[in-house]
């Protein structure tokens, strides 16, 4: 991706910050332009929605379990299930927030800080955009583990085939091969980062 430097640079568009979450191209031009308080906005969106998907993970699993089971009123179950477990839901998403945040935060400060230290002439401020952004991914991966919800439904007779077992159970198998698939999209893509803003100051 080239981006056009004959313009003063301005910080990402809010367009931007959203095609982030998909957009590889969106994520170098962030790295590029970012300061460190949009840095710091995209570090509490992660937190938040990670966060969200975490408390609301085993609920899931019960909304497809009961949703799958014969003679079930799935309409009135989830409408009661949103007004009671939801909040307390909500409130186990609320005290994982600044958990995942402070976790998010130290690591990408400490990345940034070593970064930029072992490239003296390389910007602090872009390598903690950069180093920010970079961790978008995380949330492809929480996603990922909601499918984690299916795993429950293939049950099988003896321990060696249990649901648990990551090798038998089809749906727990899938999400393994596809959290190392999106590992590796990750490397790859913090290369791309890290190339994207080696002269950028």
Not at 31 to 47: E, K, M, P
Not at 80 to 96: K, V
Not at 124 to 152: K, N
């Amino acid at each position: 991706m080239i981006l056009d430097y004959s313009r003063p640079r301005r910080g990402p568009t809010l367009g931007c910050c959203i095609r982030t979450l998909w957009s590889s191209n969106a994520r170098v031009e962030f790295a590029q332009c970012a300061s460190w308080a949009h840095a710091i906005v995209v570090l509490t969106s992660i937190a938040t929605v990670a966060a969200i998907l975490t408390a609301s993970d085993s609920w899931l699993r019960e909304a497809v379990v009961r949703g799958l089971a014969p003679k079930a009123v799935f309409a009135q179950w989830i409408f009661d299930e949103i007004l009671t477990a939801g909040r307390s839901t909500g409130r186990f998403a609320l005290q994982l927030i600044p958990i995942y945040f402070a976790v998010l935060a130290v690591t990408v400060y400490g990345i940034a800080l070593l970064w930029a230290r072992r490239a003296p002439h390389q910007n602090w401020t872009r390598c903690f955009a950069a180093s920010s952004v970079g961790a978008v991914p995380v949330l492809w991966l929480f996603l990922l583990l909601q499918l984690e919800c299916l795993s429950p439904l293939v049950n099988y007779d003896d321990l060696w085939h249990h649901h648990l077992n990551p090798l038998t159970n089809s749906v727990r198998f899938a999400v393994f091969v596809g959290c190392m698939g999106m590992v590796a999209l990750w490397i790859f893509e913090a290369a791309r980062l890290k190339d994207s803003v080696r002269y950028q100051r």
